[in-house]
C-alpha cells in the first residue's frame, strides 16, 4: 500500500534560517507529490506538488524536488518567516480517484 | 461562496447519538473527499465521490459510518451510535481534476 512518512516535529527556527523538512514514500505505481500547509486555525491548504519524477514544485519561496531513485520530496525554503509557522504535511495520491495519502505532519515553529 | 463550506464548525453529542455532517463543495467539482484528523491517527481517508457515487469507500472505519452525495454536489457524512473515539476534526474536499484537492476548515466533533 501507500504511505508518507516525514520528520518529527515540532521543527523550532530563527527567522531567517534554512529550513529543510524530509518527507519519503512508498506508493505503487506514479504517485503525484504534494506539500500541504495548515496555518493556526486554518484549513489546509495546497502549498506546493510535483506529479512526475525530477519535476519541482514551488510556491511562496518553498521548493520540493520529486526524486524517484531515492523516492523522496524534501520541503525547503532558503529563508523562513515567522509568518512560515504551520504544520506542513507531505502525500501522495495514485490513481483511482486521486485520494490523498498524508504523512503525520510537521510543526514548524519560527522565532524572531 | 468561493471554497468549501462544511458544517456545522463545531458539534458536541453524547456517546450513542448520531450525528450528520456537510459539506458544500465548490461549484462544478465533481470529485469530493472526506478525511479525518485526530491526534493519535493523523489524516486519515474516509470515502471518494465521482459524482453521487463512491467508488472508495474504503477508509470508513466500521459500518456506523455512511456518507452520501445528491445532485452531485453537497454530501453528508453520518456517525450513527457515535463512540468516543470518533471525536476529530472531519474534513471535506473537492476537486476538479487530478490537480490539487480543495480543503474546507472541517467540523470538529467531539462525543462525551
Sequence with gaps: ?112 | GAGVSQSPSNKVTEKGKDVELRCDPISGHTALYWYRQSLGQGLEFLIYFQGNSAPDKSGLPSDRFSAERTGGSVSTLTIQRTQQEDSAVYLCASSPDWAQAFFGQGTRLTVV
Design chain 1, 1 to 112: 500500500g501507500n504511505s508518507v512518512t516525514q520528520m518529527e516535529g515540532p521543527v523550532t527556527l530563527s527567522e531567517e534560517a534554512f529550513l529543510t523538512i524530509n518527507c519519503t514514500y512508498t506508493a505503487t505505481g506514479y504517485p503525484s507529490l504534494f506539500w500541504y500547509v495548515q496555518y493556526p486555525g486554518e484549513g489546509l491548504q495546497l502549498l506546493l506538488k510535483a506529479t512526475k519524477a525530477d519535476d519541482k514544485g514551488s510556491n511562496k519561496g518553498f521548493e520540493a524536488t520529486y526524486r524517484k531513485e531515492t523516492t523522496s520530496f524534501h520541503l525547503e525554503k532558503g529563508s523562513v518567516q515567522v509568518s512560515d509557522s504551520a504544520v506542513y504535511f507531505c502525500a501522495l495520491s495514485t490513481g483511482g480517484g486521486n485520494k490523498l495519502t498524508f504523512g503525520t505532519g510537521t510543526q514548524l515553529k519560527v522565532e524572531l
